[in-house]
């Protein structure tokens, strides 16, 4: 393992941080001429809101500006307040156009979201770090975003709907899957479109409440993984990398023990996956921490974090500044040391080659 | 000290054509499988090791072995058992798993052909399992 990163200092990279613009106009004005017309709409939601709004209103503004839409708010409230060395931005929000019906609207929302990305964010501060979006409902635009955007300083990696209207290990999308392997960059997926646009819904029906809703994302984090898997993905692309964001972890155990126990015996069935499942996982794909599970004794989560071998697997998250956003140094117990390290930033330094 | 083999009668070779098996008990408690494999005999342990079904009575069967993504090498078709519970592939021939062959598997046992003067058996002879 490389220790780059202790010589430069690093202690703590969060890899789940929320920018948005102040006003939709900042993506606006990056669109083509006639899509200008349409404005920043986005998949309409099941209606189900959370009850205070899901971003912390002790993070909006002083002129009542959008929580996670001001870099110096972001530095001053995350960066500084608790020493971040890097900070891996997704606009989760505009990531939603992944399951608009119009692709050629959703690509272009999603270009212009990349350029606002690199000229507003990863400008304003050399800890901010940049997930590019694209659009999963059209690979091969996907790709070729991809390929525009590759090399950006300060990019690092590619995020997609953890939503989709097929799942993520078919064939469909595998212009997407080269295009990122040849950039280097991992696939990170994030929630947020469950049940919006296009998107499949969870497995039985509609959730009726924001709790409902939330509790269950982990359902589809759970199928993508399957997905990608058992569809050969992963066997196909050697070199791709996955990061599961906010998906929760806590399930991990239970799909890696029975798809490792099935594969036993259905193999055949997938020939493509000639090692125990579990092997591609640990290696290729890695899960942010937050919200962390928050078992009834630190010796469970303990437990948990053995399970999954987190000292290779568990990167540490905020998710600044939704609502149910994770302290640096109240969500986690006690951990041994070099575990700590490994969670709270040897595991990203090495994903994202910062170390 | 090693105990003497001791051979157990399975049937006429007449009775085990290509393709089938008989499954025999030792006297001692034990169970095994002998299986007819193209004109090889291969005798296996009726036992899984996994959670102990009798693997002897499994379909017997090809494999598909690693390939790309779409893509289905069927081969090695009769030489695999798969035990009748959770679908384990194994080599009738080494009685190893397809998944974990060197951890994973099932005893295998000598089988032979005699000449026997029985009044059922022809000049095929008697197949017969060393236990």
Known sequence: ?????????????????????????????????????????????????????????????????????????????????????????????????????????????????????????????????????????????????????????????????????????DRIYWPIYEAACEAGYPIALHPGAEGKGVAGQFSVGFPASYLEWHTNLPQGFMAQLTSLLCRGAMSHFPDLKFVMVEGGFGWVPHLLWRLDKNWKGLRSTVPWLDRPPSDYVLERVRFTSQPVEEPPSHEQLLQVLEMIHAERTLMFSSDYPHWDNDSPLRAFPRLPAELKERIFWKNAAELYGLA | MMSEKRAITVCPASELPPGERKIVDTGDGRSIGVFNVKGKYYALRNLCPHEGAELCRGVVTGMNEPSGVGEYHWVREGEILRCPWHGWEFDILTGRSIFNPNAVRVKTYETTVVESFAVNVDEGGMVVVMV
């Open chain 1, 1 to 169: 393992m490389k220790d780059a990163g202790q010589d430069q200092g690093l202690s703590l990279i969060d890899c789940d941080v929320h920018c948005v613009p102040v006003q939709a106009e900042e993506i606006v004005e990056r669109l083509p001429t006639y899509f200008r017309t349409q404005g920043l709409v986005l998949p309409g939601g099941p209606g189900l809101p959370h009850p205070t709004g899901v971003r912390r209103v002790d993070a909006r503004g002083p002129k009542g500006e959008p929580a996670g839409s001001l870099p110096e708010m972001m530095r001053e409230q995350l960066l500084d307040a608790y020493g971040v060395d890097f900070a891996v931005l997704i606009e989760a929000k505009i990531l939603t156009v992944g399951v608009h019906p119009d692709t050629h609207f959703a690509n272009a929302i999603a270009s212009a979201h990349n350029d606002w990305l690199r000229e507003k964010w990863l400008a304003a501060d050399p800890r901010f770090l940049g997930s590019m979006i694209v659009n999963p409902l059209d690979p091969l635009a996907a790709a070729q975003e991809i390929r525009r955007v590759a090399g950006s300083e300060r990019i690092v990696q590619v995020a997609m709907t953890s939503a989709t209207r097929i799942p993520l290990g």
